[in-house]
Each structure stands twice: as C-alpha cells, then as structure tokens.
C-alpha cells in the first residue's frame, strides 16, 4: 500500500511538473508574423508547337512563399507582399530534349555560325549522344515576389473564412537545366545540362486564388514568354499555365 501510495504521489508530481513546463514552453514560443505558403501545380505549355510532348504528372510545379498580410484599414481586404521560391518540372514522353540547333551545323567558315541566332530546339539525344532517351526532364528555379488582394469573409478567423485573392508574380531566373536517362552499350547513363537554353531570365504573370481556410485552388498565367524572342522550341512565342492547389499555413 505505501509502494501504491509513493508511486501516486510520484506521477502526479511529475504530470504537475509537465504541465508547468508545457505552459511556459508555449507561452515562450515565438509568434512568426505572417504565412507560409506551398503551391502545388500542374503545367501546361501554351503555343509550344508540335514538338512539345510533355507529360501531366510529370510537368509540375512547387512554389514556397512567405507573406505578410496588411490589413487595409477594417476593411474585409488585405494587401499581401511576399516572396519565395518556384521549382518547374517539364517531362518530355518522346524523349526529346532541348539542344541548340545551330551548334549542330556546320559552317565552312567559323565565323558564319557566330551570325546565326541561337535557338534550342527539342530534338532526339541521339543527335549528341547517340542514343534515344529512357527519360527526360527540363527544369527551371525561379526567386519570385508575389503581390496580392485578398479578400477574407472572417477576417478575425482565418481558418474558417471563405477568401478570394487576385494578384501578379514576377520572378529572377535562378538555373535551369535538363536530365537525361539513356543507355549506352547496356550501362544506364544519367546526364544534367546547365545552362539558360535561351530562356528569359526574368517573368512575370497572374494568378488568382479561391478558398476556405488554408485551403485553395490558384491559377497562375505567365504574361511573359517563357524563351527569349526566336530562341524557344521552333521559333514561337511561349506562355505557361499552371494549376493547382495552395495550402496556407497560419
């Protein structure tokens, strides 16, 4: 019975002890103003030509923001500035990838290939490494600044407020690059290609976003072309779409 008794006195000792720690622990956690923001999408290549056979799953994209919502007086609306990072995905089926086509001719006079302009192309790796490609992936990081309007129904509760949000993103290209897998002689060969392919190394675009809580649906159209004047994909003018959903972490 003193063993019963001693052990008692011992647990709620020890869950009193926990208690109070729990409690200063919470009160001492930080408050970080503002949200983080995860978007993820599927994309989809406008204008891109014949050439272009991405797949769906495989073309996504990731985007991690940070925001801090101002309130614009007591108004149901805020103004959200942010900034973060986007990651796309572009997976080609025909295992095409992209090459600079004028590199592939040849020119009596060396001084001729430096007249003709750039353009990347996507073609078969058998043209530069003599194999057909098992899998293929083009990728481009971009650093962005979202800005945005929001609207919420509950301002005063977030997680339970229909909102809807309009706003524009513009973005600095950080890297891109391609990933190829092809076999060569029985061995599995994995390649990775960095450089810009001709890409405009900055974007801009809009997106709007519909949801309740921290959960939403977003659009975003990119307003720039994805290449630099003639140098995509058959000479065109590309944009992107891309869709998906957002989850807003308060």
């Known amino acids: ?26 009160t001492k956690r930080p408050s970080i103003p503002g949200t983080f ?22 073309s996504r994209t990731v985007n991690v923001y940070y925001q801090y919502p101002i309130r614009i007086g007591r108004t149901k609306f805020s103004f959200n500035p942010g900034i973060g990072l986007s990651m796309e995905r572009w997976k080609f089926t025909n295992g095409a990838m992209l090459i600079d086509t004028v590199e592939l001719v040849s020119f009596p006079n060396g001084a001729a290939a430096a007249n003709q302009v750039e353009q990347y192309n996507l073609l078969s790796p058998t043209r530069v490494y003599g194999s057909l490609a098992r899998k293929s992936m083009f990728v481009t990081n971009y650093l962005e600044m979202p800005i945005e309007f929001r609207f919420d129904t509950k301002p005063e509760d977030i997680a339970r407020s229909f909102n809807v949000a309009i706003g524009g993103r513009v973005g600095l290209r950080m890297n891109s690059f391609t990933k190829v897998k092809y076999k060569d002689g029985g061995e599995n060969i994995k390649v990775k290609d960095k450089q810009s392919f001709g ?51 308060f």
């Open 37 to 58: 923001l995860v978007d993820l999408g599927v994309n989809r290549a406008l204008n891109a030509g014949s050439t272009w056979n991405q797949g769906l799953w495989g």
């Open 199 to 249: 890409l405009n190394d900055f974007r801009y675009g809009v997106y709007t976003r519909v949801g309740i809580g921290g959960f939403s649906w977003f659009a975003f159209y990119n307003l720039s072309e994805m290449f630099e004047k003639g140098k995509g994909p058959q000479g065109l003018d590309i944009n992107t779409l891309t869709v998906g959903i957002s989850i807003n972490g």
């Open 1 to 26: 019975m003193k063993l019963f008794f001693s052990t008692l006195l011992f647990v709620l000792l020890t869950s009193a002890a926990f208690a109070q720690y729990e409690t200063v622990t919470k």
